[in-house]
């Protein structure tokens, strides 16, 4: 039920009415109850609606102020409904009704009203009951919105009766209203309002910053709220405050579901709080143009705390601009408050050490003291700055570093400051702090500038930065270069070949490079042969692809090989020579500069080279003498020319000092003589050796060229030792039978060249052939040259062979003068060998085996015996080298010390013997008289 509000009834005599007091509740302070029946309580723009009005008596007779009652005393009299008019969300006249009354004329029984006994009703319509004519009303170009449709209802009731036929009555009224929703036919995501939301280029949704330029601003999440179908929405905004303007008024956007966007500005000194949008929405429904009202709508401005230093986006105009060498001390940089709030307490940081390097529209970042200005920040505090003003800080001891790349910096400066939070956004008073200082993780001004900038901002180009610009020194940038020291050339060389050496001192990098080196006059160097047909003042242009920087306390050079002549006239010493240099620094801004170079001119210089080396015996002293001789080949001479040999090969010294030879003149021959031992525990020479003699000298010009420096000769050379060498010159053995003890005496001879010292012979046998009494026996020294008879007792066992070779191997034990001990696990060895007995034809044989291993027979025997006898020789033969008997053993093996020359003198000497053997044997066959 809806309330009805009354007014205070009173009381007339005679029908008159007369005030009196308002009753208690139950009374006529609630008499009626009425309603709009068929009647919707949300319609939308263009909607119509019929319906009629119910009222219904409930009043109790507490009104009546008579003795006595009536039993009608409740019923009411010209009962009558009247339209006030319409009322709005506050309970106040809307203005201009914005409804429709197609049929807006109440029927109330010809003006006469209705009798309505106590809980009776009547519904009111437009004409009389008998038609019963609704009342239709049509929301048309409505506001949406809370409205109330407001009703008075006119009586009569009574006040007192005389109990008979005369009653007193007073008039009195009640009013009533309906609650009505006005509702668009298209709503947003905010159900049923609209909701205002500020739009990064992301589509986020969040309130807005003082100072957005163009920034989107609208209604997100549109929808049909009805049946219909809505087409060609468009949407009309207007901002009461003029400070806040959009840059087109009306926007359209076809179909839904969608959002409706404007483009706003909002000035960076608008204080932050509540804003309104007047918005009025156009667009067809089922076909038909609907326009509704204009509705107020809300959004919030924020604080926008900003500090802002000079402007650094325009790289043509930077703040200030140093000369490199000229580096200023300190600098005053002024901030403003960009903002829409003041800010207080505020540091400011100038971050020299992460400052940017800019070139050619790119931004470098340099690293560590390569790439910073400075190797740390500089902090100033500023007390306050109001919204709108300016103040200056100045940053002293700055200190730059040296070497700085020439061109534009961006500094980076930190900030934090402090504002005061009124509560105009919504949120509790309070103190707050912003800024920008990324080591202190805190980003609101780049977040904030972020929002505000159209498009969206998201390098570093917008965040608080000082641009300065470094200009070049006069004399350009810090690079030398010099002919490197071993390529130093003499006057009058022709086509030398030389090392330019080209160092950069500055902390960035050089690429495509081309450099060009002057032969024009006062310049030392002239075209070599390859370029006589070349005119111009410098060489053939050379090409490199870079030249890294330095870094820190290292410096960064490139080296490449030139050709050209050194002029006859070049004055030894230091001369300078100019060399043109084109290319990119490492931010590709051409440059083009003339660096100085410098060689050293030297004098002619002498050239050592081998003619021979000569290795002489060695001495007792275990040293021996080595004469190197030379020549000069150079241009120069060496005075005072001193030599010293230094061995390469381990375990060899040089036992000299160095030797001054004299002055060796261009083409003369100079013999260098020099005694070298072992050295340590190694005590003989054995195989190649090899070493280098260096030089010290006074060139022609009298410059000293120390030793070690450079200048040597590379030499080889053999030296052996002169080792001892035994060797089995004659065995005499007899024929021998089973079970036969006999000696055998071996005859042995040192053919090698040194002594023997404490000499043992060995004869191993274990075979089942042969018993041997006293195989080891201790023996003389044995000079070189000298023999030595060695006698051997055995026995033949039953187990040997008739007419058989058998081979024993002697092995020695001794010193040589070396102090080296020989044993006979070393294996140095000679063989020998004896024969068994022919049962047939018994004889007996003396053999003699020379060194080559040959066996030459003697006795006294038939034909068949020295058939047998050859036989034998031959079958020995193949034993002694190696093949063996029953009982073979390896053959003596060979002394790799012993010079090659001394085993070709050995070799003749054996070919003597063999002929005097021969002859030997040609007399023994005549005494045997075959």
Same mark, same amino acid.
């Given at each position: 039920m809806l309330a009805i509000l009354t007014a205070a009834p009173f009381l007339v005599a005679g029908g008159s009415d007369t005030a009196s007091a308002a009753p208690a509740r139950g009374g006529l302070d609630d008499p009626i109850d009425a309603d709009l029946y068929s009647y919707n309580e949300m319609r939308r723009p263009g909607e119509t609606d019929d319906f009629y009005i119910y009222v219904y008596n409930d009043y109790d007779g507490s009104g009546f102020g008579g003795s006595s009652a009536p039993g009608n005393v409740s019923e009411l009299k010209e009962v009558k409904v009247s339209y006030t008019g319409i009322l709005d969300e506050d309970m106040e006249p809307a203005g201009a009704d914005p409804l429709e009354w197609e049929v807006d004329t109440i029927y109330n029984n010809n003006g006469d009203g209705y009798t309505i006994s106590h809980y009776g009703a009547v519904n009111f319509y437009a004409d009389a009951s008998s038609t019963y004519l609704r009342f239709r009303i049509k929301t048309e170009n409505v506001v949406p919105g809370d409205y109330y449709l407001s009703f008075r209802v006119d009586f009569r009731y009574m006040i007192d009766w005389d109990g008979a036929t005369q009653y007193a009555w007073s008039s009195s009224s009640q009013v009533f209203t309906k609650h009505l929703e006005i509702r668009s036919h298209i709503e947003g995501s905010g159900y049923p309002d609209f909701d205002i939301y500020a739009f990064d280029e992301n589509m986020g949704a969040h309130n807005i910053y003082a100072g957005s330029t163009n920034k989107q601003f609208g209604i997100q999440g549109l929808f049909s709220a009805s049946g219909g179908t809505i087409t060609?929405?468009?949407?009309?905004?207007?901002?009461?405050?003029?400070?806040?303007?959009?840059?087109?008024?009306?926007?359209?956007?076809?179909?839904?579901?969608?959002?409706?966007?404007?483009?706003?500005?909002?000035?960076?000194?608008?204080?932050?709080?509540?804003?309104?949008?007047?918005?009025?929405?156009?667009?067809?429904?089922?076909?038909?143009?609907?326009?509704?009202?204009?509705?107020?709508?809300? !959004? *919030?401005?924020?604080?926008?705390?900003?500090?802002?230093?000079?402007?650094?986006?325009?790289?043509?105009?930077?703040?200030?601009?140093?000369?490199?060498?000229?580096?200023?001390?300190?600098?005053?940089?002024? !901030?403003?408050?960009?903002?829409?709030?003041d800010l207080e307490d505020i540091i400011v940081s100038l971050d020299l050490d992460s400052a940017r390097y800019i070139g050619d529209d790119m931004t470098y970042i340099l690293e560590d003291q390569s790439g910073s200005i400075r190797t740390e920040s500089i902090d100033k505090t500023i007390a306050a700055i109001p919204a709108g003003e300016s103040r200056s800080v100045t940053f002293d001891m700055l200190d730059f570093l040296p070497r700085l790349p020439p061109g534009k910096y961006r500094i980076p400066i930190d900030y934090l400051a402090y504002y005061q939070d009124e509560g105009a956004t919504g949120n509790p008073s309070a103190r707050k702090i912003t800024g920008h200082w990324y080591e202190r993780n805190r980003y609101e001004q780049r977040n904030i500038l972020r929002e505000i900038t159209y498009p969206e901002n998201t390098n570093e180009a917008f965040l608080p930065m000082l641009l300065i610009e470094i200009v070049p020194d006069p004399d350009g940038f810090l690079l030398s270069s010099y002919v490197d020291s071993g390529y130093?050339?003499?006057?009058?060389?022709?086509?030398?070949?030389?090392?330019?050496?080209?160092?950069?001192?500055?902390?960035?990098?050089?690429?495509?490079?081309?450099?060009?080196?002057?032969?024009?006059?006062?310049?030392?160097?002239?075209?070599?042969?390859?370029?006589?047909?070349?005119?111009?003042?410098?060489?053939?242009?050379?090409?490199?692809?870079?030249?890294?920087?330095?870094?820190?306390?290292?410096?960064?050079?490139?080296?490449?090989?030139?050709?050209?002549?050194?002029?006859?006239?070049?004055?030894?010493?230091?001369?300078?020579?100019?060399?043109?240099?084109?290319?990119?620094?490492?931010?590709?801004?051409?440059?083009?500069?003339?660096?100085?170079?410098? *060689?050293?001119?030297?004098?002619?210089?002498? #050239?050592?080279?081998? *003619?021979?080396?000569?290795?002489?015996?060695?001495?007792?002293?275990?040293?021996?003498?080595?004469?190197?001789?030379?020549?000069? !080949?150079?241009?120069?001479?060496?005075?005072?020319?001193?030599?010293f040999f230094k061995s390469s090969t381990s375990g060899f010294i040089s036992t000299d000092q160095p030797m001054e030879v004299g002055d060796v003149m261009p083409g003369d021959r100079v013999v260098y003589t020099f005694t070298l031992r072992p050295d340590g525990e190694r005590r003989y020479f054995s195989g190649s050796y090899s070493g280098n003699v260096y030089f010290s000298y006074f060139d022609d010009l009298g410059d000293f060229d120390q030793m070690f420096s450079g200048s040597n000769l590379n030499i080889r050379f053999d030296v052996y030792d002169k080792l001892?060498?035994? #060797?089995?010159?004659?065995?005499?053995?007899?024929?021998?039978?089973?079970?036969?003890?006999?000696?055998?005496?071996?005859?042995?001879?040192?053919?090698?060249?040194? #002594?023997?010292?404490?000499?043992?012979?060995?004869?191993?046998?274990?075979?089942?052939?042969?018993?041997?009494?006293?195989?080891?026996?201790?023996?003389?020294?044995?000079?070189?040259?000298?023999?030595?008879?060695?006698?051997?007792?055995?026995?033949?066992?039953?187990?040997?062979?008739?007419?058989?070779?058998?081979?024993?191997?002697?092995?020695?034990?001794?010193?040589?003068?070396?102090?080296?001990?020989?044993?006979?696990?070393?294996?140095e060895g000679e063989s020998f060998s004896i024969r068994t007995k022919d049962r047939i034809i018994p004889s007996e044989q003396r053999q003699v085996v020379l060194s080559d291993g040959q066996l030459i027979s003697e006795g006294a025997g038939n034909v068949i015996l020295g058939i047998l006898i050859i036989v034998a020789v031959i079958v020995f033969v193949v034993l002694f080298k190696g093949e063996g008997g029953v009982t073979s053993i390896p053959l003596r093996k060979e002394k790799t010390e012993a010079p090659r020359a001394k085993k070709l003198e050995l070799e003749e000497d054996e070919e003597e013997d063999d002929e005097s053997v021969d002859e030997e044997d040609e007399e023994s066959d005549e005494e045997m008289n075959w």
């Amino acid at each position: 039920m809806l309330a009805i509000l009354t007014a205070a009834p009173f009381l007339v005599a005679g029908g008159s009415d007369t005030a009196s007091a308002a009753p208690a509740r139950g009374g006529l302070d609630d008499p009626i109850d009425a309603d709009l029946y068929s009647y919707n309580e949300m319609r939308r723009p263009g909607e119509t609606d019929d319906f009629y009005i119910y009222v219904y008596n409930d009043y109790d007779g507490s009104g009546f102020g008579g003795s006595s009652a009536p039993g009608n005393v409740s019923e009411l009299k010209e009962v009558k409904v009247s339209y006030t008019g319409i009322l709005d969300e506050d309970m106040e006249p809307a203005g201009a009704d914005p409804l429709e009354w197609e049929v807006d004329t109440i029927y109330n029984n010809n003006g006469d009203g209705y009798t309505i006994s106590h809980y009776g009703a009547v519904n009111f319509y437009a004409d009389a009951s008998s038609t019963y004519l609704r009342f239709r009303i049509k929301t048309e170009n409505v506001v949406p919105g809370d409205y109330y449709l407001s009703f008075r209802v006119d009586f009569r009731y009574m006040i007192d009766w005389d109990g008979a036929t005369q009653y007193a009555w007073s008039s009195s009224s009640q009013v009533f209203t309906k609650h009505l929703e006005i509702r668009s036919h298209i709503e947003g995501s905010g159900y049923p309002d609209f909701d205002i939301y500020a739009f990064d280029e992301n589509m986020g949704a969040h309130n807005i910053y003082a100072g957005s330029t163009n920034k989107q601003f609208g209604i997100q999440g549109l929808f049909s709220a009805s049946g219909g179908t809505i087409t060609d929405v468009s949407a009309t905004a207007s901002f009461p405050d003029s400070s806040i303007s959009a840059r087109y008024a009306t926007v359209t956007n076809p179909n839904l579901p969608s959002r409706i966007i404007w483009r706003v500005d909002i000035p960076a000194d608008t204080l932050p709080g509540k804003y309104t949008m007047e918005l009025m929405l156009h667009y067809n429904l089922n076909g038909d143009p609907v326009s509704e009202g204009p509705t107020q709508h809300h !959004f *919030i401005v924020l604080y926008t705390p900003l500090l802002f230093p000079p402007p650094s986006d325009d790289l043509s105009a930077p703040f200030m601009t140093f000369s490199r060498d000229a580096l200023p001390e300190s600098i005053e940089v002024p !901030f403003t408050n960009g903002g829409n709030v003041d800010l207080e307490d505020i540091i400011v940081s100038l971050d020299l050490d992460s400052a940017r390097y800019i070139g050619d529209d790119m931004t470098y970042i340099l690293e560590d003291q390569s790439g910073s200005i400075r190797t740390e920040s500089i902090d100033k505090t500023i007390a306050a700055i109001p919204a709108g003003e300016s103040r200056s800080v100045t940053f002293d001891m700055l200190d730059f570093l040296p070497r700085l790349p020439p061109g534009k910096y961006r500094i980076p400066i930190d900030y934090l400051a402090y504002y005061q939070d009124e509560g105009a956004t919504g949120n509790p008073s309070a103190r707050k702090i912003t800024g920008h200082w990324y080591e202190r993780n805190r980003y609101e001004q780049r977040n904030i500038l972020r929002e505000i900038t159209y498009p969206e901002n998201t390098n570093e180009a917008f965040l608080p930065m000082l641009l300065i610009e470094i200009v070049p020194d006069p004399d350009g940038f810090l690079l030398s270069s010099y002919v490197d020291s071993g390529y130093n050339q003499a006057p009058g060389t022709q086509n030398a070949r030389m090392r330019l050496r080209v160092e950069n001192y500055e902390m960035f990098s050089f690429h495509n490079l081309e450099y060009r080196i002057h032969v024009d006059d006062g310049s030392p160097f002239q075209l070599p042969y390859s370029e006589v047909n070349y005119t111009g003042e410098t060489l053939l242009p050379i090409f490199r692809s870079g030249l890294s920087g330095s870094s820190g306390t290292s410096t960064y050079s490139d080296t490449f090989y030139f050709y050209a002549s050194i002029r006859q006239n070049a004055a030894p010493g230091v001369n300078y020579f100019k060399v043109d240099i084109r290319g990119y620094t490492q931010f590709d801004q051409p440059f083009n500069q003339t660096i100085s170079g410098y *060689i050293t001119i030297t004098a002619h210089q002498p #050239r050592f080279e081998l *003619i021979s080396v000569d290795v002489g015996d060695i001495l007792s002293d275990r040293s021996v003498e080595v004469s190197v001789e030379m020549m000069n !080949f150079g241009l120069g001479g060496a005075r005072n020319l001193t030599c010293f040999f230094k061995s390469s090969t381990s375990g060899f010294i040089s036992t000299d000092q160095p030797m001054e030879v004299g002055d060796v003149m261009p083409g003369d021959r100079v013999v260098y003589t020099f005694t070298l031992r072992p050295d340590g525990e190694r005590r003989y020479f054995s195989g190649s050796y090899s070493g280098n003699v260096y030089f010290s000298y006074f060139d022609d010009l009298g410059d000293f060229d120390q030793m070690f420096s450079g200048s040597n000769l590379n030499i080889r050379f053999d030296v052996y030792d002169k080792l001892p060498d035994l #060797r089995v010159v004659k065995v005499e053995a007899p024929l021998v039978d089973r079970g036969d003890e006999f000696t055998v005496t071996v005859t042995v001879q040192n053919v090698g060249s040194s #002594r023997t010292s404490g000499l043992r012979v060995l004869l191993p046998y274990s075979s089942a052939q042969f018993q041997i009494e006293d195989p080891e026996k201790d023996l003389n020294d044995l000079e070189p040259g000298e023999s030595i008879v060695i006698t051997f007792t055995m026995k033949a066992l039953n187990e040997i062979s008739d007419s058989g070779v058998y081979s024993f191997t002697m092995l020695f034990s001794y010193t040589d003068i070396m102090g080296r001990e020989r044993t006979f696990s070393d294996g140095e060895g000679e063989s020998f060998s004896i024969r068994t007995k022919d049962r047939i034809i018994p004889s007996e044989q003396r053999q003699v085996v020379l060194s080559d291993g040959q066996l030459i027979s003697e006795g006294a025997g038939n034909v068949i015996l020295g058939i047998l006898i050859i036989v034998a020789v031959i079958v020995f033969v193949v034993l002694f080298k190696g093949e063996g008997g029953v009982t073979s053993i390896p053959l003596r093996k060979e002394k790799t010390e012993a010079p090659r020359a001394k085993k070709l003198e050995l070799e003749e000497d054996e070919e003597e013997d063999d002929e005097s053997v021969d002859e030997e044997d040609e007399e023994s066959d005549e005494e045997m008289n075959w």
